[in-house]
């Protein structure tokens, strides 16, 4: 059974950061993409980071410069390392896993919550 499990969401003050961790079990990384997705009170769930099978990376431009997923292929777990938060980073941070051959199907964790305020 494939399962992603996100952790390391908490409350911090602008300016600070956070690193969060998304375990993953039944998959493999080599035939995978991997992404984190945040969705704000309000707003539609919006992708902000991924990392492809060989290690290429994408970020939208609202954390470009901030925010760096990696992965750690032998302990299949990824990574999204957030500097210099802004309240607008406020949200439900979900993990998610795209098979990149055959069936492309998609995997989804429950989503962990960060909070910047000061």
């Known amino acids: 059974q494939v399962q992603l499990v996100e952790s390391g969401g908490a409350l911090v003050q602008p300016g600070g950061s956070l690193r969060l961790s998304c375990a993953a079990s039944?998959?493999?990384?080599?035939?995978?993409?991997m992404g984190w997705y945040r969705q704000a009170p309000g707003k539609q769930r919006e992708l902000i980071a991924n990392?492809?099978?060989?290690?290429?990376?994408n970020y939208a431009d609202s954390v470009k410069g901030r925010f760096a997923i990696s992965k750690d292929n032998a302990n299949n777990t990824v990574y999204l390392q957030m500097n210099s938060l802004k309240p607008a980073d406020t949200a439900i941070y979900y993990c998610?896993?795209?098979?990149?051959?055959?069936?492309?199907?998609?995997?989804w964790g429950q989503g962990t919550q960060v909070t910047v305020s000061s």
């Open positions: 990392i492809n099978s060989v290690g290429s990376t």
């Open positions: 998610n896993a795209v098979k990149i051959v055959g069936s492309r199907i998609s995997y």
């Open positions: 039944g998959i493999r990384f080599i035939i995978y993409n």
